[in-house]
């Protein structure tokens, strides 16, 4: 019997370490990793392709979470009736799932974890969009930081008043065209 991990994070700037270092201590016998969303269709998680190849009947599919196999509900269970199809348990490091063990149950028991993890992001996603709404509501500011202070905006105005070109204003500044053109209202 093989251990086989895999990891994923959706994007370049989140990073995989903790996960790595969990299946690494649980001495994981292939690891394989990526970068890419769990909306992405399967065809683009390499990485999980790869790993679901490299195990054989008997072995682990070890995973962080339920979530790193698909998005919604039916990937992860898709995915894990695939998997026990073939003799291949699926086991999570944060000890929700185990199908070795649970026989004829693994598939639903995997569904109703799946479904409970799909509820859970929604839920997540719905809070955080009220969150938002409600600090806008407040005044609250998004988007990215200024990059230029009051004085800086007073100064691009006076110099715009005098007849100053925007590339005139930004040599003068030290402020990029566009953040001239922004403070100008210009856009």
Do not use: W
């Amino acid at each position: 019997m093989a251990l086989v991990g895999y990891a994923r994070c959706s994007t370049t700037t989140q990073e995989l370490e903790r996960q790595l270092a969990g299946l690494k201590e649980a001495l994981v016998d292939q690891l394989f990793s990526e970068h890419v969303s769990g909306a992405a269709p399967f065809s683009e998680r390499v990485e999980l392709q790869r790993a679901i190849d490299a195990c054989r009947p008997g072995d682990v599919l070890l995973v962080p979470k339920l979530d790193r196999l698909g998005r919604t509900m039916e990937d992860c269970v898709t995915r894990v009736a695939e998997l026990l199809d073939r003799d291949v348990h699926v086991r999570t490091l944060d000890g929700r799932v185990d199908t070795k063990g649970l026989g004829t149950m693994a598939k639903p028991v995997v569904g109703v974890l799946a479904a409970a993890v799909q509820v859970e992001r929604e839920l997540t996603i719905e809070r955080a969009r009220e969150g938002i709404q409600g600090a806008r509501n407040k005044g609250v500011p998004f988007g990215p930081k200024r990059k230029y202070t009051n004085e800086q905006a007073e100064h691009v105005r006076e110099l715009r008043g005098q007849g100053k070109s925007y590339g005139a204003i930004s040599k003068a500044t030290g402020l990029t065209v566009s953040t001239v053109r922004r403070i100008l209202g210009v856009v």
